[in-house]
């Protein structure tokens, strides 16, 4: 059974920078496409971003620019690095990994951005 546990949320102002990361374990497979989503309150879960193993991204028109996901395929992490960030940042962040066209989710992590 696939694991993902994400770790580096917090609290920061605006215009601040946070990098969260993941980590997956149960396998000893590469996981194959590996992402972020995101769910504020009272609104429905967003992909963030997204990385195949192969390396292309992918990222919501939100977050380009401020946005960087990165991954290594060896240790079967993930990581998205959040600059300049907004309020509208605000939420609970999910790492997702899919292995073998099966979702894997973390428990979430929050991040909130003070104005």
């Known amino acids: 059974q696939v694991q993902l546990v994400e770790s580096g949320g917090g609290l920061v102002q605006a215009g601040g920078s946070l990098r969260i990361s993941c980590a997956a374990s149960?396998?000893?497979?590469?996981?194959?496409?590996m992402g972020w989503y995101r769910q504020a309150p009272g609104k429905q879960r967003e992909l963030v971003a997204s990385?195949?193993?192969?390396?292309?991204?992918t990222y919501a028109d939100s977050v380009k620019g401020r946005f960087t996901i990165s991954r290594d395929n060896a240790k079967n992490t993930v990581a998205l690095q959040m600059n300049s960030l907004k309020p509208e940042d605000t939420a609970v962040y999910y790492c997702?990994?899919?292995?073998?066209?099966?979702?894997?989710w973390g428990q979430g992590t929050r991040v909130t951005v003070s104005s």
């Open positions: 990385t195949t193993r192969g390396g292309t991204t």
């Open positions: 149960g396998t000893m497979l590469s996981i194959d496409d």
């Open positions: 997702n990994g899919r292995l073998f066209r099966v979702n894997y």
